[in-house]
């Protein structure tokens, strides 16, 4: 029989149970974030430890307490002078279908088998009541001196399923800090809105979200665009920790269903990528809304962009090429007819010339490039974007926005097209698309004039989504962050970034201690659409049992001294 760790002795809805441990139950094994269950009458609760805390029977024990060494004062005020309460948040309730209680309560209400399905686990509540269970939200709580005990695997695949499930895309994201069970995600529903992984610098994040990433190459719940501003996903990457070594990047992982495109190929043939693609931009393809995304970047007036939108309006699609071709007479000319402002429009030529520099930008190009990403996408390959060199803020952030405005345009008539039609062999396959840095794109002065402001308030409406990678959720507007489905994240110190995490989570308050109190490593918290109830886990390392568990295929890899030699051989050409 299983060993009951407490009982509720106070509470209530909204603050949470009171629970005070038994004797035999040390309160060193109860941490923050574990997670237990509360037996009552007719519903079992599934309950998140938030606080630990001391307590004593009479003040007097503490203005005069025992001598440390006398160990048969202390085992006799153990349990019942001096206890240990803990402090639980219920987050789901189990309960048998409605009309099967009618059979095991009576007509007056007395409980025929109160005392078995208090003290039965999950499995034998199941088949006791011979009943299906369903997983509700807390609308209430048990009553007094309900039993708690801990969670156990039965448990944990009643309410996170797992990942072997035929008839779903689950995904495992990690363990329990306490137990060795598989925490999954539904993929299905993971996909169904944007996602955030957040965390401060080094908690993991990047890991972390090349984990999700495989799960749903691998479940194929959706295909996948991915910005890697630091190439970290594509191609291999160096791990943290003293030791030089790598972990594999998903075209490693899945060299059939990813497609690596470059914007500076030099940088990605120097890392021994294969088969990447190039891509380039042209003038044409950038618009004012692109200009406006990076005006802090360019320092760039306002007047400047007003005065862009003229140019874009009398000039057409190749403003900007007819801009940088201008002389001061031509610009002085077409203030004259337009009503332009020429110091405006000149500061303005000046700053795009800037945009001269980098390498993957065109006067005008031989082909679209953005329209092979597309038809990569719609075959069903995930397209990963890297960035070499190119990894300051003005570059990655004019380039993931023109590209993802186009595909996005492009989504949306496929969507209408679906709509029209109602063929399922119309329907556009969910596309997810991974920024970083997403603060600067989301930010509350100009998330309205960005495309990815659009689709994080779209909900899915034209079936594309983000997962958005950032360690200032903070700096994300709140209307947006209250549109994340899904929220993943690693320890967090800033008060602002954690309220911003519980921003439209109900409870939120008492999840707070949880998050500030994770391990700087290989933790996180996960709450949202994906998962019934918030839970803290393990991350599941990403490793070479994660790629054999994944599907790995053999990719010929260079042996580990080989590896390393040409890395250095990269530094000392680099200069460093």
Not at 102 to 128: H, M, T, W, Y
Request: charge should be negative; include cysteine; hydrophobic fraction near 40%.
């Amino acid at each position: 029989m299983d060993r009951p760790l407490g009982s509720v002795i106070q509470g209530s809805l909204s603050k949470g149970l009171e629970v005070r441990l038994h004797a035999d139950v040390s309160v060193e094994d109860m941490r923050v974030g574990k997670f237990l269950v509360v037996r009552g009458v007719r519903s079992h609760f599934f309950c998140m430890l938030t606080d630990v805390s001391l307590g004593t029977s009479s003040a007097r024990i503490l203005s005069n307490p025992p001598n440390p060494n006398d160990d048969f004062l202390l085992a006799v005020l153990a349990g019942s002078s001096t206890y240990g309460t803990i402090e639980l948040s219920p987050m789901l309730m189990l309960t048998a279908e409605r009309e099967k209680q009618q059979a095991i309560f009576d007509p007056l209400g007395g409980p025929v088998r109160e005392n078995k399905l208090a003290l039965g686990n999950l499995a034998s509540f199941e088949s006791q009541t011979g009943a299906d269970i369903e997983l509700l939200p807390v609308k209430t709580i048990p009553s007094h001196f309900s039993q708690v005990f801990d969670a156990k695997e039965t448990d944990f695949r009643a309410v996170f399923g797992w990942e072997d499930d035929p008839y779903r895309r689950n995904f495992a994201i990690g363990k329990p800090i306490d137990m060795d069970v598989a925490v999954c995600l539904d993929l299905d529903r993971f996909v169904e809105r944007s996602n955030g992984v957040f965390g401060k610098s080094g908690t993991g994040k990047s890991f972390l979200t090349r984990l999700l990433l495989s799960g749903i190459i691998r479940k194929q719940a959706a295909v996948n665009l991915i910005f890697d501003m630091h190439s970290e996903y594509g191609w291999e990457a160096v791990s943290e920790g003293k030791q030089f070594s790598t972990v594999k990047g998903l075209r490693q992982l899945f060299p059939d269903k990813i497609q690596i495109y470059t914007l500076d190929p030099e940088s990605t043939k120097r890392r021994g990528v294969r088969d990447a693609q190039e891509l380039f931009l042209s003038f044409d393809q950038i618009e004012v809304e692109d200009i406006a995304l990076v005006q802090r970047e360019l320092n760039l007036s306002e007047a400047s962009i007003e005065n862009a939108i003229i140019l874009r309006n009398e000039l057409g699609s190749g403003w900007i090429n007819k801009l940088l071709e201008m002389t001061n007479e031509d610009i002085q000319m077409f203030c004259e007819e337009k009503r332009g402002n020429k110091s405006s429009i000149m500061a303005l030529q000046r700053k795009l010339e800037r945009l001269n520099d980098l390498k993957y930008i065109r006067k005008r190009c031989p082909k679209n490039y953005v329209t092979e990403v597309l038809q990569c996408l719609d075959g069903g390959k995930n397209v990963v974007i890297e960035f070499g060199s190119h990894s300051d803020l003005l570059s990655y952030m004019l380039a993931a926005n023109v590209i993802t405005r186009r595909i996005h345009q492009a989504y949306v008539r496929k969507a209408e097209k679906f709509l029209q039609s109602k063929n399922p062999c119309d329907r556009p396959q969910p596309l997810v698309i991974t920024i970083e840095e997403a603060h600067r794109f989301l930010d509350p002065a100009i998330v309205r004039s960005t495309i990815f402001g659009t689709i994080a308030r779209e909900m899915r409406k034209y079936f594309v989504t983000l997962l958005i990678v950032d360690q200032r959720p903070s700096g994300i507007d709140a209307e947006v962050m209250s549109q994340v489905g899904t929220r993943i994240t690693a320890l967090l110190n800033d008060d602002k970034d954690i309220d911003a995490i519980f921003t439209g989570v109900s409870g939120g308050q008492s999840l707070r201690s949880v998050l500030a109190k994770l391990d700087s490593k290989q933790q996180a918290l996960v709450l949202g659409h994906a998962v019934p109830m918030p839970v803290v886990v393990q991350t599941r390392p990403y490793d070479e049992q994660f790629y054999r568990e994944i599907g790995d295929i053999d990719w010929q890899e260079m042996p580990d001294e080989q590896v390393f030699a040409e890395a250095e051989a990269a530094k000392m050409d680099l200069g460093f």
